[in-house]
């Protein structure tokens, strides 16, 4: 191999990754123009077209996708030799970038990332919030963080959070015209503050009680994307909402909201980090696992 292309194939990923030349040289600390020069010279040298340009975006061609396809394993790999060689001399160092969706980061990881990012000041933490599941390899991911429940088979997962348990809420004044629910069939005459994902699915609220699961498609005047405004829309009295409990602990606790069907709501597993190989395991990352996992839980 021409040792030259190797510093030119490292500026083409970042390119790709960036969508952009002027980000890929900000990432990497280059004058544009040297980003733009190793591009250029990698593709005049290999005779093919890697990344289509247009005034507005680049993007990799057919044969620049392919390429990358079969150099993201290398380059990921040289990343890891140079890491754990900082790591060897002194501690863990490096970029770590994980999918996480908006709730965990709320609730697990947001009260920690103070005392992450004293613990290990050399490590880069880059949160990219994402509600549904990816694909972290793909995505160009450290790792990602979902709920136990939505992790894959053949991923290795570590748990970083506590048990999660849903509150159906709603504020007094609430019940005050509209009858409190003895079942979660009682919903359906209710105004309902609903959730949509990013994917644009609207949640269905889950219910389960002595063995029974119920799954309702609630109505209501609202639809929000975000569990801190609906929580704040039921203190205001717009109607019943459905969060985690974390959300709603303090307007419970002095009154703002009142809870029902507690008895329908049973807590299940709460958060994982999962990635797809100990082999491939980044020093930053085991970092990462080792400072946010739940006592006990192994690695």
Partial sequence: MNRAHLSQLAVLATVAQCASFRGAARELGLAPSAVSHAVSSLEARLGVRLLARSTRSVAPTEEGAQLLERLRPALSEIDLALETAVEARDRP????RLSVPRTAAHLVLTPRLGAFASAYPDIVLEIVI??????????GFDAGVRLGESLQRDMIAVRIGPDMRGALVAAPRYFETMPRPRHPRDLANHRCIRFRFSSGILYRWEFEKGGEEIEMAVEGPLILDEDHLIAQAAVDGAGLAFVFEDYVRV???DGRLVRVLEDWCPSFEGFYVYYPSRRQMRPALRAFVDFFKVSGQGA
């Avoid at 160092?93 to 770590?96: C, F, P, S």
């Fill in 251 to 253: 307007p419970l606790a």
């Fill in 130 to 139: 994402e509600d549904r599941f990816t694909d972290v390899v793909e995505g």
């Fill in 93 to 96: 160092a490096g970029n770590l």
